[in-house]
């Protein structure tokens, strides 16, 4: 089972709005079974019911600016949403907006969030084979006040000892 954990205060910005939002999230894979989301940000704004999905323009703006601007998009791998007042679920629409990503992902983390804290995410993995994994939201991802250490010691992640999170994230492992 991979296990995500937010670093990146996203399931709190999300608790703002009550209408659908969308965006983007860069992941980290800190170890083949534990991703964490560092960093996100918000595409659009739409107060339209129902609209979830990420148009392909705004993702091409959003990547082109980066490029231009000699960022790395190589982690950024999320493509987050909000239901609003339903629950969190992967509907027909999201499945589409999966499958439409744009070509060069070989791998895609969506994350949906819901009504009463309810949140939902998937691994899709499209090259070299098209597997689809669930993936488990842990740790304290839904409180309001969280702290890096707290987060991953409450996994019970028996490498993880205070400045070894980067080691474990520049390839070593933590094994
Ligand atoms: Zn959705």
């Known amino acids: 089972m991979i296990n995500l954990i937010d670093l990146s205060g996203l399931s709190k910005f999300v608790k703002r709005f009550d209408k659908e939002i969308s965006g983007l999230a860069s992941v980290v894979v800190l170890n083949p079974n534990l991703l964490l989301i560092d960093k996100y940000w918000m595409l659009n704004n739409i107060s339209k019911p129902s609209f979830t999905e990420i148009s392909s323009e705004a993702l ?15 982690n950024i791998r999320c493509w987050w949403h909000t239901h609003g007042r339903m629950s969190a679920f992967f509907s027909s629409w999201d499945l589409n907006t999966i499958e439409e990503f744009p070509d060069g992902t070989d791998w895609l983390l969506s994350v949906v969030f819901g009504n009463h804290n309810s949140v939902e995410a998937r691994l899709d993995m499209f090259k070299p084979l098209r597997v689809e994994v669930p993936v488990r939201v842990v740790g304290r991802f839904l409180e309001k006040e969280y702290n890096v250490i707290d987060r991953v010691t409450a996994l019970d992640v028996s490498w993880w000892k205070e400045g070894s999170l980067f080691k474990a994230i520049d390839g070593k492992g933590g094994d």
Do not use: A, G, R, T
């Not at 091409?60 to 190589?74: G, R, T, Y």
């Open 60 to 74: 091409h703006k959003f990547f082109l600016e980066k490029i231009k601007k000699n960022e790395d998009v190589s």
